[in-house]
């Protein structure tokens, strides 16, 4: 029997469905719901009967923002896995936004995506078109039926996805038909401000200064022209993450929710935190927008009460990155002595998986939770976690530092610092390096080259190690060059592979203890 033939009664549930809370018996026949009853039904022949005595049946949840990285990083996950363990959680429906490798930014590749899907997804499917600087017409032959909308990065944006060309945005919003869902932060500002902070403090910028630099101008600068735009040519548009209580000008709540052509959303953290908190959590509560002022914070929470907020986003976190690196957390705690060895992780979004192995398992779901387990490693939170961090490129200078310490006490162990290829980038990491060539003390640098950050990575140095990989040589590298020796490249998710390699590099001393 079919799928579309089979019938199901489901009894006794505990339904959640239109603001009521009710026992009732459920049929389902082939993919549709047939009957719902307070007073019970009787099965029919050949139905199969369900008993959900205790259980809550709700609806299916919708994830509106997914990075399930199909195509181009089918190594670290595809839509079939990423979306089975949507299903598992209850999610029915997701939609993946376009920042993927490489970008969604053509209809062949949008189209791909939807053939991908349709052989491969387990849950309802819709995806976000990709807008840049330069494929306006290529979005504009999107068929408004097919998609979620258009993703739209006003500012704050890396790889070929920031749109601040006034000609494109005046055109895609005249001319789309779909909802465009945008991040706003005016980058010709936040650069600005960035400069005067340079000036003022050197590269040392205290993280207080965070919401000075992206401030309430670069948002509103931003916001208020997506509005205007979207007023202008009455296009629907969703501003997510808003952080100002300026911007809160922009929005209303004269109209019911199902009227809005321009709706807001807020954030729980924007919701919670102020700039005075940075002093007690420094970069564990760094986003993009920033969190800012009292003032902002308390607007934002008038503006939920009120509706003029119209969405939450509940809960953040890093998943997919900690997801990617399982197997390699894994053998790390298994080759080194954790937490003698010392791990340190570049940026931190790796880190899930590290705090559940260690300890933390049973007080994961506090996860970036008021008084719960930080988003980041803590010092604070587990002995296992050596370093602070919370922003990128810092884990190979802050590890040659304890290795060092270490050194001059004759203390011989380890120190492991793991950096993805868009963190080794930058500049404090190469600093890092140029010293790590001529050092002897005991530092293992791990790269985790998953070809992906926040956004495709760019420059010379992600060409650089793609034909290295491809070489699938350890000889006349950039690291052999620095005097630094090289093993590689392991495959992330062999953990047999991973964990032989550390061991022999676990078993090199002093200087040969670099990969």
């Given amino acids: 029997m079919s799928m579309s033939d089979s019938t199901y009664l489901i009894k006794n549930a505990t339904l959640v469905n239109e603001n009521k809370v009710f026992e009732a018996d459920v049929r389902i026949e082939g993919e549709r719901i047939a009957e719902i009853s307070t007073t019970g039904l009787t099965a029919k022949e050949n139905e199969e009967i369900i008993d959900a005595k205790g259980l809550h049946l709700i609806p299916g949840m919708i994830d509106d923002q997914v ?70 017409d290529e979005v504009l032959k999107t068929n408004a039926n097919d998609v979620c909308g258009v993703k739209v990065f006003m500012g704050s944006s ?56 992206r401030d309430e101008l670069a948002c509103y600068r931003s916001s208020s022209k997506a509005v205007e735009l979207a007023k202008k040519y009455n296009t629907r548009l969703h501003v997510l993450h808003i952080s100002t209580a300026k911007e809160l000008e922009l929005f209303s709540n004269k109209l019911d929710i199902e009227e809005k052509r321009i709706t807001a959303e807020a954030c729980i953290h924007h919701l919670w935190f102020t700039d005075a908190d940075y002093e007690k959590f420094g970069t564990r509560i760094k986003w993009n927008p920033a969190v800012k002022f009292k ?93 602070g961090t919370g922003h990128a490129s810092t884990s190979i200078s802050a590890a040659l530092g304890m290795a060092l310490a270490h050194q001059q006490k004759k203390d011989s162990r380890a120190h492991i610092a793991v950096i993805g290829d868009a963190s080794i980038a930058g500049g404090m990491a190469l600093e890092a390096l140029n010293h ?73 001393k002093a200087r040969d203890s670099f990969t």
Avoid at 295 to 318: F, P, Q, W
Avoid at 441 to 447: E, H, K, T
Avoid at 448 to 459: K, L, Q, W
């Fill in 67 to 136: 990075h399930f990285r199909e195509p181009g990083l089918t190594h670290k996950a595809e839509i079939y896995t990423e979306a089975k363990a949507a299903v598992a959680g209850g999610i029915t429906s997701f939609m993946e936004m376009p920042n993927t490798v490489p970008n969604t930014l053509t209809q062949d590749l949008l189209e791909d995506k939807y053939q991908i899907a349709a052989k491969k997804a387990l849950a309802n499917y819709s995806f976000f078109m990709g807008a840049s600087n330069d494929n306006l």
């Fill in 158 to 213: 890396t790889g070929n996805m920031l749109v601040d060309s006034e000609a494109v945005l005046d055109n895609l919003f005249r001319n789309c038909s779909m909802l465009i869902a945008t991040h706003c932060e005016d980058e010709a500002t936040v650069r600005a401000n960035m400069a005067k902070a340079v000036k003022q403090y050197g590269e040392d910028i205290p993280i207080a200064q965070h919401p000075i630099i």
């Fill in 295 to 387: 003032s902002d914070r308390d607007a934002i929470r008038k503006a939920v009460s009120d509706n003029i907020i119209d969405v939450i986003a509940t809960k953040e976190g890093h998943l997919g990155a900690s997801l990617g690196v399982v197997e390699l957390t894994v053998a790390l705690h298994y080759v080194f002595n954790t937490p003698v060895d010392q791990l340190i992780w570049d940026v931190g979004h790796q880190a899930y998986g590290h705090k559940i192995l260690t300890g933390r398992r049973k007080q994961f779901a506090t996860n970036r939770q008021w008084k719960g387990l930080s988003g980041f490693p803590s010092r604070a939170e587990s002995i296992y976690d050596t370093f």
């Fill in 436 to 508: 790590a060539g001529v050092s002897t003390a005991n530092l293992i640098i791990v790269l985790n080259d998953n070809a992906i950050g926040i956004d495709p990575s760019v420059g010379a140095l992600k060409h650089y190690f793609e034909k290295v990989k491809q070489q699938n040589t350890s000889s006349e590298n950039i690291f052999q060059a620095l005097n630094i020796p090289y093993t590689g490249p392991v495959d992330g998710h062999d953990l047999e592979g991973l964990i032989v390699a550390f061991q022999k590099i676990q078993s090199k």
